[in-house]
């Protein structure tokens, strides 16, 4: 089949979203598919700033929300001018990544399968786009039922989104947890005293790893708030984020009001091919999410590299990661929000290394059985044929 991958947000970029195309892309691939991108990256740049992005601030100055649904839908129109050119080229399948994109194809005649990866309306809340209960949410809300319902197939990467669309739409979808390159993200201990020396990273030191987003879901400021615990025992411990987002200048003046601006270090945006040699130079890796306004962690993908990599993972226990990490078997779950158990766990990995490293070891054998990008891949391609 000709496969286009399709999204109406920028790609490549570091997310979960982009890494899901790629590697969704690489696995269709290998199954002997041509496979395609395009996405808002692909608009002309001016298009992107002055008409895309440009109003949107004045516009969320008048009515919170009203910026944020302006650039979204400017996205949705761009995609669709692209693909109804008469030089665009003709895919057997179009899958959407978002409904704006979904919407995009639809109307551009292509037959289109919509992946859900999240609660867009909810998210749009959560990190303050928009305003619940206003009528820029009732707009967003509206967008996705309306794409949910109007997809061939909507596949959804845990069984919470799935259980949301049915609830919001009305609409049975198929869920199909995310996955990572098997191959790609694998035990590369060996070179852990390299990679330390490359990224300036103490040889002796404890280091924990956080690939996160920098946004409120994601409990990104937690890691910062159970760490002094963590040094008073480990005095030369080192935290370590990898991402960008709204909750940066939060978390700057949290380490700066602690004091532990030494030990802490935001290294802000780092590309995905980088991230495996952080993972290989961590003791543990941290995936802190939190609920919040609506929104639950899906299947994180962070996780999933961090259990394939071969480093311990200590997650929250919500949403999705409930589902991937058995505690106390190959990871350790703790109550979302509670600095006290976080640092627990955190001081418990390094009191007791072996302990870990049974961890890791059972977490990639679960990565190998049951998160591969070529199991997944083969699960897509059955629905892109049902839907054509």
């Known amino acids: 089949m000709k496969i286009l991958l399709a999204t109406s947000y920028d790609y490549p970029h570091l997310g979960g979203l982009s890494t899901h195309m790629a590697t969704l892309?690489?696995?269709?691939?290998?199954?002997?598919?041509?496979?395609d991108t395009l996405s808002f990256s692909d608009v002309p740049k001016w298009k992107r700033d002055f008409i895309a992005r440009g109003p949107s601030f004045l516009l969320n100055k008048a009515s919170l929300g009203a910026g944020y649904v302006w650039t979204l839908k400017r996205r949705q129109a761009f995609l669709e001018e692209m693909m109804k050119r008469p030089d665009f080229p003709k895919y057997d399948i179009v899958n959407a990544q978002d409904v704006f994109a979904t919407l995009a194809s639809i109307q551009a005649g292509f037959p289109t399968v919509t992946t859900v990866h999240g609660y867009l309306t909810y998210e749009g809340i959560s990190k303050g786009s928009v305003e619940e209960g206003s009528k820029h949410a009732d707009t967003l809300m509206a967008v996705e039922r309306d794409g949910y319902r109007k997809t061939r197939a909507v596949i959804t990467v845990d069984t919470r989104i799935k259980n949301y669309v049915k609830k919001e739409a009305g609409i049975d979808g198929t869920a199909i947890r995310n996955f990572i390159n098997v191959d790609d993200f694998k035990p590369d201990s060996e070179n852990k005293a390299a990679y330390r020396a490359k990224h300036n990273v103490d040889a002796t030191a404890p280091v924990f790893f956080v690939p996160r987003r920098l946004t409120k879901k994601n409990g990104v400021i937690y890691p910062i708030l159970s760490f002094p615990a963590v040094l008073e025992k480990y005095p030369n411990a080192q935290l370590i984020f990898a991402g960008t987002g709204e909750a940066m200048d939060e978390m700057k003046k949290l380490i700066a009001e602690r004091g532990i601006g030494n030990n802490v270090h935001l290294l802000g945006a780092v590309d995905h091919s980088v991230i495996k040699e952080y993972y290989a130079l961590a003791d543990v890796v941290l995936?802190?999410?939190?609920?919040?306004?609506?929104?639950?962690?899906?299947t994180s993908i962070s996780a999933l590299e961090a259990m394939g990599s071969g480093s311990p993972l200590i997650a929250c226990a919500v949403g999705g990661l409930k589902e991937i990490v058995n505690h106390g078997v190959d990871g350790l779950l703790v109550e979302e929000k509670s600095v006290e158990e976080l640092s627990e766990a955190m001081i418990e990995l390094l009191d007791h290394p072996d302990k870990g490293a049974q961890y890791a070891e059972a977490a990639r054998k679960k990565i190998e059985d049951e998160y591969s990008h070529t199991a997944a891949a083969e699960k897509y391609e059955s629905i892109y044929k049902a839907s054509l």
């Open 25 to 35: 892309k690489i696995g269709l691939e290998a199954r002997g598919h041509e496979v």
């Open 287 to 298: 995936v802190p999410s939190v609920f919040s306004a609506g929104v639950e962690e899906a």
